[in-house]
């Protein structure tokens, strides 16, 4: 296997071994960036300078014998809606295309920190609204699998990225399943943290009530690791949770035998993919064959997550995207002649159609007069989605469910109808509402494109979902599996 | 005539900035005067991906304010976002609290003609500054660009909502001068009105006397001082109700005080009212506040102004009128008690600090705490008086002098040789020379018009610059006449 297949755990026991070096590694995976960009178009910014500055570094402290952290020289990259300071962090978004923030995100002072290098900044729906990164204002990225096909978004870049081997690991953001449903699609290992596990601070705001940041990585256990250098509590994000952060690989190992999993029957009705339905009943066998006990159980409101989903957080987004006026930084219309056309006009041009439909129906949501029939019934709806889980984590220690109830769409497939696109995050929506952890990882292929099989766990129980996950993938081969992208 | 068919109904929303040392959701300084947008962090100015933290001591000083206010302090209160455009809002939104602020159901007592009452408060509730603009050039419809300072932007403020409990500018003017005063006493706010750090919007509406139904208010704002708010709340009070004796109808709306014509003009609207989408911050955690949390706050309120008033009176048989003007500012009120350290009559003392004082502080434009004249210095002063080392009148100059340049009584009595004479020797000679000069005074005087001696006195005063001992004057005058 080249070196830019492998994962982060098989690397560091390489640079560890000084089997390759850190500048090797991060040229490797460099190379591969320059020669599949044009057809996968992950990244939005590629700061290849910075990278090999920081391997030299990386191998210096090799040289001088330092212990090696799990993730030191590792080439990683952020959805660029993560602030990184000194590096355009544009959100995908015309409105951003030059904003370079004075400041970098927790979790990418934390990466820093243990040593991971940056390779570049991913493209990504605008401002994470979207399930195919065709609304990125720039490019739509291209899903490895099937370059006609979506990568899934909003997180596609940073799937796309690892499916394609143009990076180790990377991070993404999920508000509704942005990293769960594009790590299905692009067949890798994706996670959604517990609402308030990883800090949000420097996470560019899309809905500040269901966002968090999370792993994109190539196997369980990898994911395991960066869940681990992310994970805690931050005095600069006041709804980052003060819980302690267990150690993630400990749990990896340990058989599930007689293990409590919920499957709900609501993901399985009317609107799921035959071909996935298939994949996911295997991978509940599977699951039965490792000695876990699995029953049909009940999420009886599913149905109304979806809808109130779509005002808790177009509301949230019109109130997080009104500083976005052109006063201060990014694109601002320069023909306007007084403030409040500028104000009007640098918004207008500035954001993107599905931006500013979400806008506007959240801010509908929020007029006076309406408040309460839409915003205030979808805060309630939110409560008893969550009641659900509770009733069902009574019982259960896991509930697994499909990530989507389709594979990959076509580029172009379902742009034009945005509610046939709304559900294809119709079974992750609801983990967001509860604000629960879950992954998304490869179970098999329908129609020659991955499925993804989504496991969803307690409050802050990231380690039961890693244990289950691990179990799996290291009971099927589906994580070896790789797109076949011809490199000339 | 008419006026006196109808009753104002008044209420005061009023923002006051917090004396903390940081802003309140982020650890940049709050002094004011700083060169623009140099105190300022990625957090207070919005950029992307930031989000706040509540400074404790924001919430400290709302909950002493409330309890100074007489509130129920809220065990479970939140922080809402208030959503409108701006340039100088960096967010778009500013952070405020909506629906369940800190503080609730307090109260405060104006005495006005004499007379307490009891002005209810309706919540007090803790939210953001915003920047500041600058116009290019000197008007805003004709400046070609503005720029922002965002140093403003995130120091704390408390707005206080009183019921509209006030009826009379005068009362208005009451309610505000106590509610600074008690802010003041608690050390919250500094509420300085012309540096902004207190403002003041009123609601105000008129209707019949004996009516129960409030008549449609207007909000009022723009009151940059206390007599713009009585002068704007006189004027907007005679509007409505001219409209209403015209058979007119008063129109809801707010408008704004115009300080150089002296009339309020209509600024928007109801229709064109915003609609500011209030739901609550998802960025920020619910505040809960146990009871130990207020209590640990209560064991730190200081004596507040009535308490201190009520001590004045008992304690030094201070008259009520004099110890309500000394404690209607905690500033003057610790003035007084300093210079009782250093000269015991406290009656001579307040009405020094009622009479020289707050005349010279008014004429200089300073507040209490920037008096150049120290406590112990009038105290040294009145002293001199006491001993007769100088007159009560040469003293009122002697102290005029201190003001401005900050020189002991004693130092300015020796340089200019102010002491007061009261050697009988030679006062007897210079009375003597009086009563020769002045013939026609003195018969008066022997013919029974007693007054005239007054003459005679202000004749040796003359003489003597003043310094002449009047007492002694009198007596040798009398003594010589007889």
Known sequence: MTVYSLTAHELHEKLKSKEISARELARAVLDRIEQLEPKVKAYLTVTAEQAMEKAAEVDRRIARGEELRPLEGIPMALKDNLCTEGIKTTCGSQILHNFVPPYSATVVEKLDREGAILLGKLNMDEFAMGSSNENSSFYPTRNPWD?????????????????????????????????????????????KPTYGRVSRYGLVAFASSLDQIGPITKDVKDCALVLQAIAGHDDKDSTSADVPVPDYTEVLGKDIKGMRIGIPKEYFAEGLDSGVKEKIEA??????????????????????????????????????????????????????????????????KGFGPEVKRRIMIGTYALSSGYYDAYYLKALKVRTLIRRDFDRAFAKYDAIVTPTSPNVAFRIGEKIGDPLSMYLSDLYTIPVNMAGLPAISLSCGFSEGMPVGLQIIGKPFDESTVLQIAYQYEQSTLHHQARPALEVR | MSANKYEAVIGLEVHVELKTNSKIFCACSTEFGAAPNTQVCPVC?????????????????????????????????????????????????????????????????????????RIGITRIHMEEDAGKLMHEGDAIAEAESSLVDYNRTGVPLLEIVSEPDLRSPEEAVAYLEKLKAILQYTEVSDCKMQEGSLRCDANVSVRPVGAAEFGTKTELKNMNSFKALQKALEYEIERQIDILEDGGEVVQETRSWNENKGITVSLRSKEEAHDYRYFPDPDLVPLVIDREWVERIRETLPELPDERKRRLIEEYGLPEYDATVITSSKDLADYFDRCLQYFGDAKKVSNWIMAELLRLLNARDLEAADCPVSPEQLAELLQLIDKGTISGKIAKQVFEEMFDTGKTAAAIVKEKGLEQISDAGELERIVEQVIANNPDPVADYRNGKKQAIGFLVGQVMKATRGKANPQLVNELLRKKLS
């Open chain 1, 147 to 191: 370059l006609e096909r979506a990568p899934g978004g909003s997180s596609g870049g940073a799937a796309a990225a690892v499916a394609a081997d143009e990076a180790v690991f990377t991070l993404g953001s999920d508000t509704g399943g942005s990293i769960r449903q594009p790590a299905a699609f692009c067949g890798v290992v994706g996670l």
């Open chain 2, 45 to 117: 100015l919005g950029l992307p991906g930031t989000l706040p933290v509540v400074n404790k001591r924001v919430v400290d000083f709302a909950i002493k304010a409330g309890l100074a206010l007489n509130c129920k302090i809220a065990e479970f209160s939140k922080f809402d976002r208030k959503n409108y455009y701006y340039p100088d809002l960096p967010k778009g939104y500013q952070i405020s609290q909506y629906d369940l602020p800190i503080c609730e159901h307090g109260y405060l007592d104006i005495e006005v003609d004499g007379e307490t009452k």
């Open chain 1, 283 to 348: 991978a509940i066998k599977q699951l039965q064959e490792l000695g876990a006990v699995c029953e049909e159980t009940s999420l009886p409101h599913t149905e109304y997550a979806l809808p109130a989903y779509y005002l808790v957080a177009p509301a949230e987004a019109s109130s997080n995207l009104a500083r976005y006026d052109g006063v201060r930084y990014g694109f601002r219309d320069t023909e306007a002649q007084d403030v409040i056309s500028m104000f009007r006009s640098t918004r207008s």
